[in-house]
Structure formats: C-alpha cells, structure tokens
C-alpha cells in the first residue's frame, strides 16, 4: 500500500499545474502524480511535430523536472479502479494508492469515428497526446505524398500547414461551410481560409466523407456526392472527447456532454475528489450553459483552481467559467477569438452593439514586417459590457486576444475601454492614436450614442 496526501491522476497540462500549485500552496503535503506517459507531449504543440518542430523530443512538457523540484513523487502506471469510501486507488499492477484528497486530470481522447466505413485502415490516423502513437505515425508519413485531413478545427487546420511545409500534397474536407467555423465568426474564417489555401491546401468545405476505401492500407475517401480523392494516408480531426470512464466507474456524476460534473471550486460530487482539464464540465462565462470546450489554458487555470482550493475552500478562488479564449496562426497570420463571437450572442439572443476597427500592428507603416490588425468587439447594448472580441493580423495577435480574455472576465465596459492607459512603442504595437481595441471602442460608443438619442 502506498500513502499519499493528495493524489494527481494525469501528468499533462492540467495534472502538472494541479500539483505544482497544490504543491506551493500546501508545501506540507505529500503530493503523488500517477501517469501512464513516460514522457508527456506539450497538447497544442502536436500538431508543429510534423514540421516546425521536427519531433515529439522538441514538444516534451518538463514535467518530470517540476515534479522533481517540487519535491513531488511521480509513478508510472495506471489507474483502474477508484474506491471512493476507503480512498483507495488500485494500479494495473496491482498496488493501491491511499489518498487523502484526489485531482482526477485524466484529459481527452480523439473521437472515433466507428460509423465511418473504412476508419480501421492502415494509415489512417487520428491525433492523440501519446508520444509513441505520434512518433509511429511520423515515420508512417514520411512515406506519404497525397495526406487527406478530415475535419478542419484548429487541429486539422494546423496539422494541414505543417504538412504542406513537409512536402506533402494535403486536401483539408471540412463539413462546415468554412473553416475553423465552430470557433470564428465567418469574416475570420474566410480570412483563415484564404491563407491557408495560398499556403498550397486545397480546402473542400460544406461536403463529408461517406467513407475510406483500400485493400487493407487506406487509397483515398469518397465523399457525400460520390467523388473519390486518392490519398495515401488520411487523417482524421474530428474532435476530441473527456476520458472519463475511470471516473464513471467510481460513481462519479458525468453530464449528458461526458465530462465530470464539477463545483466553481473544481470538486466532484465527492468533495475529496477533484477535476480538472479535458475530462472536467465546463460552463461559458457568458451564457451559463455547459459547453464542451478542450484547451490547455482552461485547463491550467482550473488546475490553479483546484489546487488552491485542496486542503481548504476560499471563496475568492473560484472558476467562473470559460471565456473560451482560442488562437492559431497560418504562417505570419495570426487569428484569435475571446468570449462570444457575434454569430453566438445573437444566437442566444443578447441584444449587443459590435465594434470595429483596422489598423497596422505598428508604427509607422512604412517598417519592415508591419502587419494589418483588426479587432472586432461585441458588446451588451444595455450594459456597454464587453461579451466577447476577435482578432486577426500578424503574430502579436496573441496577448491582444488574452486581453480581450481579461476584460470580459473582469467584465469590463467600453467606457473602461475608453479610460484605459496603455503603453505604446513603434516597434512592438499600434500606434497610440490607432490602438485597435480602443478605436474598436469608439465605434461602439458612437453606435451606442446614436442608438440612445
């Protein structure tokens, strides 16, 4: 038998930021971190495997480093079974770990797509966070000339643009009318689209696959209207799901979506069990409802969450919901996206005023490298609340969509906006008198006034 005070189930993102800060914040503690991976992939890093970063070896997380330096115990192996009323864990090998209190971070697995006829083929490949699956599947793809993506997330779209860079001949098939539709607004799709198509992938939209055909290794797909497109490895992207069969299994409450019903504290039905990351329920900040949103950022700051929260509640240290803060890049394009898009408020019916403006990324324009940049904001009519922005432009788009995030958390107003003091400089950001999120704040404001006289 092998006693702990606190038990971590999982060693990625989640996992790891649920020890480390459990760690700090209760240093008395015996911290135990169970994981299966020897080794654990950065999550949002996979997809820049199969180009920019050449191998899973540059895409590791130093989890083991920080496990050690906090002074925090690792086993490698896996969990099978959970007794809830002794708090007892049992191994696959047959031990049993005794915990006071317990962080299930168990993550998510690609969906499986068993309705799809031809989905067990040879070289048809989907994209979990295993190191020894990625690693088989590159060595696979050197071979491989003509590479079909299904399904064109964040995911798909990225792992399409390193392909392309690799060599390869890459169709992207996505059943939506756009790419990356399920998270922008159409406007950014289409600018998404159009870069990542001049980039050289052929991009088919608004169509499905009806199946993989080959003798025994995977020739191509047939789509809805018949068409047939040869490949010699297809991938597929379409979606993740929570793994939470371990946590069903003890009894644990899941939604209708799969994922563990958890508090703003990140605690399970049982309060010495907490969840945290992919496998962990998940409300909009905005709208309440429950909403299936996977990303290593959400994760790290329910893990943060919990970990504070262990040993003794603060009420001031809770998880309100995700702002669902997403962002990728197409070559020098940068596309992010906080909060509510315009499509999605409308959808549940807030009555908003959106903003617009587009600039250049620095100043003056005539510097080297300088970039277009919008910002779209949506914002609550009545309240002048900001509910949500998108953001497209060069690579800097990154921390300006992270302060959209902020604002909405912190539910700021476009008069907030309007006030704010920022810091400017020629060679890192906009022009003071053009700032985007500010100009994109004066044309709300002004839509706002004239809808008030």
Known sequence: M??????????????LVAATTGKRVNPQKQFTVLTMQAKTLIPCGIPYVFGSVSSTKNNLLPAEQMFEKNGINVIYDEAVSIDREKK???????EDICYEKLVIGTGSIPKAPTWLKGFD?????SVPKNKVYVDEMQEKLK????VITIGAGFIGVEISDELIKAGKEVVLIEKLPHILGLAFDTDISIKAEKALNERGVKIMTGIGVNELFGNGKVEGVILENGDKIPADAVIL??????????????????????FIKVDEYMRTGDTNIFAVGDCAEKRDFVTRKTCPVMLASTACAEARIAGMNLCKLSAIKTFSGTISIFATAIGNNGYGVAGLTESIANQEEFDIVTGFFEGIDRHPGTLKDTHSQ????????ESGVILGGEVSGGLSIGELTNTIGIMIQNRMTINSLLTAQIGTHPLLTA??????????????????????N
């Open 143 to 146: 071979d491989c000339k003509k």
């Open 2 to 15: 092998i006693n702990t005070d606190v038990l971590v189930i999982g060693s990625s993102a989640a996992g």
């Open 237 to 258: 992207s379409m979606g993740y799901k929570p793994n939470t069969e371990l946590a069903a299994k003890s009894g644990l409450e899941v939604n209708k979506m799969g």
């Open 431 to 452: 022009s003071p008198a053009g700032y985007p999120l500010i100009k994109a704040a004066e044309d709300v404001a002004g839509k706002l006034c004239f809808n008030n």
């Open 121 to 125: 083929l040879n070289n048809v490949f």
């Open 88 to 94: 007892i864990v049992k191994l696959k090998n047959g």
């Open 374 to 381: 919008s910002v779209k904001l949506i914002v609550g009519k």
